[in-house]
């Protein structure tokens, strides 16, 4: 069981890392896509699991909408109205979710928890859609290349520290706990996760932050050292990855507190020995939004 997870991460890992790294960018919006529709209904299938209604397909269209109108914001900004761009395409989606939403509920004679449908169906957009939509952020944000070619380095340089990050963390976390854990962190939520597995993955995720960073800086013609395209030092590198690792590791524990109050073990049965997609991006939902403003920050 744990081979097959490990091979089911490194492969699943391996293979959006080289649609990041070697699709033309047209392509990469509708991978994330791809990614985001499977992941919103999942979620939506653990609350009809539960018992709890949504309005799936609604969600999981504008989730899917979300990615869209961003890349093309990026990418073709032409083809977008004017209102739709300068991130008001995230709010004009919102504010037609919930309308949308309303209005779906009026004819529903039988559903007594009209208020869960809403709160829940808009919340599966934004836990899953908003928050991976800054992974096209940061693929995009700092160089925008045409159509037709790569993503710049630094966008593959950003996504590929907070892949390797994040899932060294979980790595290094699962490893330490199993063979050191005695103190568990949260055992209502998730009984499996201990404070000594935390620490093991701290220092396992900033020490293959710091390699990461030591492999991938240059110094610019102006001789300060960049990592991408932003000045950075080794002392925030180090944070950096800290704060990513511990981000992390929230992400993870805010899936396993849905899958707790659904009764589910996993999101889904996609990846052998995983379960589903939702339960290997865990981590990374709370992960890309978190690196995306630091980075602002920095640049």
Avoid at 203 to 225: K, M, N, S, W
């Amino acid at each position: 069981m744990l081979n097959q997870r490990l091979i089911s991460g490194a492969m699943f890992g391996a293979a959006f890392l080289l649609a990041v790294f070697f699709l033309p960018a047209f392509c990469v919006g509708p991978v994330i896509m791809a990614l985001v529709g499977v992941t919103i209904w999942e979620f939506y299938g653990l609350l009809a699991a539960a018992g709890v209604p949504s309005f799936r397909v609604i969600g999981t269209v504008t989730g899917m909408t979300w990615i869209g109108l961003t890349t093309l914001g990026y990418l073709a900004p032409g083809w977008l109205p004017s209102f739709l761009l300068a991130g008001e395409a995230e709010m004009f989606l919102l504010a037609l979710l919930v309308i949308v939403i309303c209005v779906r509920i009026f004819p529903q004679k039988n559903n007594v928890q009209p208020l869960m449908t809403l709160a829940c169906t808009v919340f599966g957009v934004l836990y899953v859609a908003f928050f991976l939509n800054y992974i096209l952020k940061l693929l995009l944000a700092w160089e925008t290349p045409l159509w037709s070619a790569r993503i710049g380095q630094t966008g593959r340089t950003y996504v590929l520290f907070l892949v390797v990050v994040v899932k060294v963390t979980d790595i290094g976390a699962f490893f330490v706990g199993r063979s050191l854990g005695r103190h568990k962190m949260f055992p209502r939520i998730s009984p499996g996760k201990s404070w000594e597995g935390l620490a093991g993955g701290l220092i396992c995720e900033t020490t293959i932050g710091l390699v990461l960073y030591g492999l991938f800086r240059q110094p610019g013609a102006d001789g300060i050292i960049r990592f991408g395209s932003i000045s950075m030092t080794w002392l925030q590198a180090g944070v950096l990855s800290l704060l990513l690792s511990g981000v992390g590791v929230l992400g993870d524990l805010v899936e396993s507190l849905l899958k707790r109050a659904t009764s589910a073990k996993d999101s889904g049965t996609l990846i052998p020995g995983m379960g589903g997609i939702l339960d290997v991006l865990d981590s990374l939902l709370l992960g890309a939004p978190c690196l995306y403003y630091c980075l602002r920050v920095l640049s």
